[in-house]
């Protein structure tokens, strides 16, 4: 059950989730969900987003769960660049 979705407008030390979605499972208990929307391949994107894992998760003290979307699968030239995995996924 979703509990409450979140925007930021103000940087996490120059990080920011496009979404940040804040959960609850009677299971799991709180937990959040980040998502990144991505137009294309961002060889930083890994670090960055352990790094905003992090925060967050340091920030609320619940388990954090990244997600990130890409919007196009990647131009031929571009995907062997991609790890295989992600090229599988997009």
């Given amino acids: 059950r ?3 979705a979140l925007t930021r407008e103000s940087p996490i030390k120059q990080r ?16 959040l ?3 990144e929307v991505q137009a ?5 994107l890994a670090r960055r987003l352990a790094s905003l894992t992090a925060f ?3 920030e609320h003290g619940k388990p ?7 919007l196009r699968q990647p131009a031929s030239r571009g995907a062997s660049r ?9």
């Fill in 56 to 58: 967050l998760h340091a």
């Fill in 33 to 35: 969900v980040v998502v």
């Fill in 82 to 90: 991609m790890p295989r995995c992600l090229a599988r996924m997009v």
């Fill in 40 to 44: 294309r391949y961002d060889r930083t």
């Fill in 16 to 31: 920011t989730p496009d979404i940040e979605l804040h959960m609850t499972d009677p299971e799991l208990g709180d937990f």
């Fill in 64 to 70: 954090v769960i990244p997600v990130v979307l890409y």
């Fill in 2 to 4: 979703l509990v409450e």
